[in-house]
T-cell receptor, first 114, second 111 residues
Framework: NAGVMQNPRHLVRRRGQEARLRCSPMKGHSHVYWYRQLPEEGLKFMVYLQKENIIDESGMPKERFSAEFPKEGPSILRIQQVVRGDSAAYFC????????????FGAGTRLSVL | QKEVEQDPGPLSVPEGAIVSLNCTYSNSAFQYFMWYRQYSRKGPELLMYTYSSGNKEDGRFTAQVDKSSKYISLFIRDSQPSDSATYLCAISQGGSEKLVFGKGTKLTVNP
């Protein structure tokens, strides 16, 4: 039973480029969450999605960041015109049901902006 | 006041020691309490989950919640070098799927 799969594991972008991070939830899970971990900081919630719907994006920066979870395929976190401050580890989590707080995390994508 | 406070350590103990990790939180609406273990350059791994005050035990691990004091703890008995990792407390509120994390405590168990 494969866990939450994220790719790529490492991503290097130059300032101004776009970054696309992908996440496939655990089999049977329809709830996906994205978190960001900055150096020396804890994990910060970004967005919660269900298939074709954004449920809670209260942690997403207002500009340049977007997320989707299409009917088919993985969830995508997209960062346009990256800046050095976007360098961080981005983690995706998934859950089978809501209301419990139980989420399972992927290995993360480490984004480095040059 | 931060929603969740966790002493970042680092904490270094000899093998076999009992380890105590703690978090405090400010929002009494929080209902679900988790501990995650994160090895270096890896994703967080769910270790313990509880939703009520009291103790929950799983092998060498015991999670303790005191809602009246807004205080949660993780105890590790007979600690092993393989327990060396960063331990993150995470809390969520009923009606919200967002997890609020502490900064994590880095633990090293020395053989």
């Amino acid at each position: 039973n494969a866990g939450v799969m994220q790719n790529p594991r490492h991503l290097v972008r130059r300032r101004g480029q776009e970054a696309r991070l992908r996440c496939s939830p655990m089999k049977g899970h329809s709830h996906v969450y994205w978190y960001r971990q900055l150096p020396e900081e804890g994990l910060k919630f970004m967005v919660y999605l269900q298939k074709e719907n954004i449920i809670d994006e209260s942690g997403m920066p207002k500009e340049r960041f977007s997320a989707e979870f299409p009917k088919e395929g993985p969830s995508i976190l997209r960062i346009q015109q990256v800046v050095r401050g976007d360098s961080a580890a981005y983690f995706c989590a998934s859950s089978l049901e809501t209301g419990t707080g139980i989420q399972y995390f992927g290995a993360g994508t480490r984004l480095s902006v040059l | 006041q931060k929603e969740v406070e966790q002493d970042p350590g680092p904490l270094s103990v000899p093998e076999g020691a009992i380890v105590s990790l703690n978090c405090t939180y400010s929002n009494s609406a929080f209902q679900y309490f988790m501990w995650y273990r994160q090895y270096s350059r890896k994703g967080p791994e769910l270790l313990m989950y509880t939703y009520s005050s009291g103790n929950k035990e799983d092998g060498r691990f015991t999670a303790q919640v005191d809602k009246s004091s807004k205080y949660i703890s993780l105890f590790i008995r007979d600690s092993q070098p393989s327990d060396s990792a960063t331990y993150l407390c995470a809390i969520s509120q009923g009606g919200s799927e967002k997890l609020v994390f502490g900064k994590g405590t880095k633990l090293t168990v020395n053989p």
